[in-house]
């Protein structure tokens, strides 16, 4: 559809963060309360602003991400389980900052803290098609004129150990309504009826289509359309004007 | 205009199960905090909550109390089978992405049985087994950004149905953290009030001194007014507008200046292309900080005087449910006329200085109502109700 006729609203992308390792630097105060994907999401989102450039007026930056289960810190709860389990004192060996690390969405809140990122938001579980398409129509609504758009995950803990490839990654697009500084345009295919199946068991799975998003904006070196397809839907990448 | 209508709703809460059961404990003043009874509280500082009572559970709160609202809100609708065919699902789920019953199960002397079916317990959940149940065939979204999740979830579907992606949504949010895993994390950072009392949760209260733990669980059925029209059902209330923002403040504590939850709310009132509404209902959730920082929020964005309450005095805080669920209580305001009372508070604090509506319901004509809520984190949500 969007090849035939070019209809869709599409929004211009000035900038990618991608990191594949917890990166180094953050402030240890703020880190200790991190789980292993908010890590990773930190660091794709410092990245994805310096490659755009954008340093002031972030609290107005729409911010838009699909997260997995955060389960990076299921260990800590183990003393817990045992207590609770044998009947013991569960308060005590309760971990204080299981919150903070547990809650998906603090996978986006922590690097929006960090960098004073104060837009429009939504975090998605298992679904990094979802938060591009969010970032797109809060652009297109003018909610925001800029957004970021991305996913991460870690698939290093115990439960995704079963289900996926030991892995972790995330992919942050950097989105704007202005062409300037464009390295391409992208437009999410409008999502048919039935297109969605439902998110993988391995919440680890997020980050890919994120992650294949940034190897699109790399192919459009050779390509001028690079489509991405995943479970959500599928981004359609332009090489800009 | 949004062209988004609300056909159906579906509620599970502290009061018990059913929509009318909620609205109408609203409209008595009743209260339903009260001591836990799932878990022996030896050892825990917090003792009272809002527990739905009455409720047989398989084995995952989240789950049952979603499903009780979402075939309540479907049959509500009068939906049918071509509507299971387009329905979409976007749904806002607990704040654990594990669950404890499901931990301490697995437990195996030693450690957790890491490899254990019983552990398979991803977020989506609750939302696949609603999909499942109701025989939705559309899209699946599932939102998690907290306390304001459930809001959001409800925004999403307007905004689906706006731009043309969908025609029908079921959405809304469920949760139970009343487990010692949520009661005893909420207790070692200090959250809930440490007074085992039926009024432990005071919103804007000179007194309050931390929120209650709720549970429960709130659906709608969301569609395009045409549709509704077309298929004779009568709208309960249109879903004019809806803003989000990001505190970017600090993980423990809200923004106190209220400039980021303003600007959720202003989009909210900008969408819907209102200055004023007649009735917010607030997050207000009892602790001294929040208030506080909400009615900045307020006092910023919607200058003029208007009525302000909170209902988590009297059913807790339902936490990512907590925004679908207050959503339902403005039915109230917008079907009955009738402003929820807020439980418990006898002493308004002079800080907190609106239009706040004392624990007696209020009779008031309203046409158009904003619900917040304010997800930890730093996550704000805005909904803007109007009549249908």
Redesign the interface.
């Known amino acids: 559809v969007l090849l035939a006729g070019g209809k869709l609203p599409s929004v211009f992308v000035v900038g990618a963060g991608l990191v594949v390792a917890a990166p180094a630097g953050l402030p240890p105060r703020?880190t200790r309360?991190m789980s292993r994907s908010a890590l990773l999401a930190a660091g794709a989102t410092r990245a994805a602003l310096a490659d755009a450039g954008w340093r002031e007026g972030?609290?107005d930056v729409g911010?838009f991400m699909g997260?997995g289960?955060?389960?990076a810190d299921?260990e800590a709860?183990?003393p817990?389980?045992?207590q609770?389990?044998s009947g013991g004192?569960?308060?005590?060996a309760?971990?204080?900052l299981?919150?903070?690390q547990?809650?998906?969405?603090?996978t986006?809140?922590?690097a929006?803290?960090l960098?004073?990122?104060?837009?429009?938001?939504?975090?998605?579980?298992?679904?990094a098609v979802?938060a591009l398409a969010?970032a797109i129509?809060s652009i297109l609504?003018g909610?925001c004129s800029r957004a970021l758009a991305g996913a991460a995950d870690s698939a290093l803990h115990?439960?995704a150990?079963?289900v996926a490839s030991p892995s972790e990654g995330a992919a942050i697009l950097a989105l704007s309504a202005s062409p300037q500084g464009a390295r391409a345009t992208v437009a999410l295919e409008?999502?048919p009826?039935?297109?969605?199946i439902?998110?993988p068991?391995a919440?680890a799975l997020v980050s890919g289509p994120a992650l294949a998003w940034c190897a699109a904006l790399r192919a459009l070196a050779e390509h001028p359309v690079v489509a991405v397809p995943a479970s959500?839907g599928v981004a359609v990448f332009r090489r800009a004007p | 205009v949004s062209r988004a209508v609300i056909t159906g709703a579906g509620v599970v809460s502290p009061f018990g199960v059913g929509l009318w059961v909620f609205l109408d404990s609203l409209a008595a003043g009743r209260s339903a905090i009260a001591p836990i009874t799932r878990f022996s509280t030896e050892g825990f500082p917090t003792k009272v909550a809002g527990e739905v009572p009455t409720v047989d559970v398989d084995r995952d709160r989240k789950v049952t109390l979603a499903l009780l609202a979402a075939r309540e809100a479907w049959a509500m609708a009068r939906c049918g089978p071509d509507d299971e065919e387009q329905a979409g699902l976007s749904l806002a789920l607990g704040l654990e992405q594990a669950y404890l019953e499901d931990l301490v199960a697995s437990w195996d002397g030693h450690t957790v049985d890491w490899t254990s079916r019983e552990l398979r317990s991803p977020v989506d959940r609750a939302g696949r087994a609603v999909a499942r149940d109701l025989g939705l065939r559309g899209p699946v979204i599932i939102h998690v950004e907290a306390c304001a999740a459930g809001a959001l979830a409800v925004a999403h579907a307007a905004s689906l149905i706006e731009r043309g992606a969908a025609s029908i949504v079921v959405c809304g949010g469920a949760d139970s953290m009343v487990n010692p895993l949520g009661v005893g994390g909420f207790s070692r950072l200090g959250a809930p009030s440490p007074r085992a009392a039926p009024d432990a949760c005071r919103p804007f209260d000179r007194r309050r001194d931390g929120l209650a733990i709720g549970e429960g669980a709130a659906v709608f059925v969301v569609e395009h007014e045409d549709r509704a029209r077309a298929r004779g059902v009568r709208p309960l209330a249109r879903v004019a507008g809806w803003g989000a923002s990001q505190d970017a403040y600090r993980a423990t504590a809200p923004r106190p200046d209220g400039v980021a939850a303003a600007r959720a709310i202003r989009r909210a009132l900008a969408r819907a292309r209102l200055e004023r509404v007649d009735y917010v209902n607030a997050h207000g959730t009892g602790t001294p900080l929040g208030d506080l920082a909400e009615c900045q929020a307020i006092r910023l964005a919607h200058p003029a005087p208007v009525a302000v309450s909170s209902i988590k005095g009297a059913i807790g805080h339902l936490m990512a449910a907590a925004g679908a669920v207050e959503i339902a209580a403005c039915l109230l305001a917008l079907g009955e006329g009738l402003l929820p009372g807020t439980a418990h508070l006898e002493e308004p604090d002079p800080a907190c200085d609106l239009d706040l509506v004392g624990p007696t319901p209020r009779r008031a004509d309203t046409r158009a109502v904003l619900s917040t809520s304010f997800g930890f984190g730093g996550q704000n949500a805005a909904v803007v109700l109007t009549q249908p």
């Open positions: 703020t309360l972030l609290e911010f997260v289960a955060s389960t299921l709860l183990v817990a389980i045992a609770a389990a004192s569960f308060l005590d309760c971990p204080p299981h919150t903070f547990l809650l998906p969405s603090f986006l809140s922590h929006a803290i960098e004073g990122i104060g837009g429009p938001t939504g975090v998605f579980y298992g679904d979802v969010e129509q609504d909610d115990p439960l150990e079963r409008a999502i009826r039935g297109a969605f439902i998110p068991v919440g959500g």
